[in-house]
């Protein structure tokens, strides 16, 4: 059990254009999912937490209106990467969490990662 | 605040030695979860091993082991007889209630020759 997927794996785009990557939790329901980013050689970086049917919180130095995410069902959770440049060229592992009710900590469960690289 | 250091950052080893990757974190809960991941070359983050604050016993599967420590605030990972196969970066990550977040450290890419 416990199993996220994401979608697709891997996307090469031209600088420019948007992006969307889509994360899902296939066995449970995500009350919150996470997006992370990782570049080549360093760890992984929390960029927002997402509750389903509300708006993202944003770390801070991540931009909201280039890194769009929605998370509109307790199933799925979306990444768009809008007008995206060579910098945002990098792995992105989004995460669910089942949120169960009176746990003391929520797990995550992580996604096999998408790796995007802008030309 | 949570933090997570793992001081290595690389290590190199010859098949069938053991190694011992280092975590170190900081919190101030006293309920948290530690975590291990492997990430092998493909990317995937692995699930290892989750333990939480009030459970100090070391575990053992298989070639890995843990040890946490509470009195110095650190959860080792050692790999017995080390393979090829274990070659990847490996994580520690702490979340805590308060926190609602998983902090990851700086990982340890293990490279075990042949």
């Known amino acids: 059990g416990a199993v996220v997927s994401q979608h697709p794996s891997r996307v090469i785009c031209k600088s420019g254009t948007s992006v969307k990557i889509e994360c899902r939790s296939l066995?449970?329901?995500?009350?919150?999912m996470f997006w992370y980013r990782q570049f080549p050689k360093q760890s992984l970086m929390l960029m927002a937490t997402?509750?389903?049917?509300?708006?993202?919180?944003?770390e801070q130095g991540v931009e909201k209106d280039k890194f769009l995410i929605n998370h509109a069902s307790l199933t799925l959770s979306t990444l768009t990467v809008t007008s995206a440049h060579p910098e945002d060229s990098s792995f992105y592992i989004c995460?669910?969490?089942?949120?169960?009710?009176?746990?003391?900590?929520?797990?995550?469960?992580f996604g096999p990662g998408t790796r995007l690289t802008v030309l | 605040a949570q933090k997570v250091t793992q001081a290595q950052t690389e290590i190199s080893v010859v098949e069938k030695e053991d190694v011992t990757l280092d975590c170190v974190y900081e919190t101030r809960d006293t309920t948290y979860y530690l975590f291990w991941y492997k990430q092998p070359p493909s990317g995937e983050l692995v699930f290892l091993i989750r333990?939480?604050?009030?459970?100090?016993q070391n575990e053992i599967s298989g070639r890995y082991s843990w040890n946490f420590q509470k009195s110095t605030s650190s959860f080792n990972f050692t790999i017995t007889a080390s393979q090829v196969v274990d070659s990847a970066v490996y994580f520690c990550s702490l979340t805590s209630g308060s926190a609602r977040q998983l902090t990851f450290g700086s990982g340890t890419q293990l490279t075990v020759l042949p």
């Open positions: 066995d449970f329901q995500a009350t919150t």
């Open positions: 997402s509750n389903e049917g509300s708006k993202a919180t944003y």
């Open positions: 333990r939480n604050s009030f459970d100090e």
């Open positions: 995460s669910a969490s089942p949120g169960l009710a009176g746990a003391l900590i929520n797990e995550q469960f």
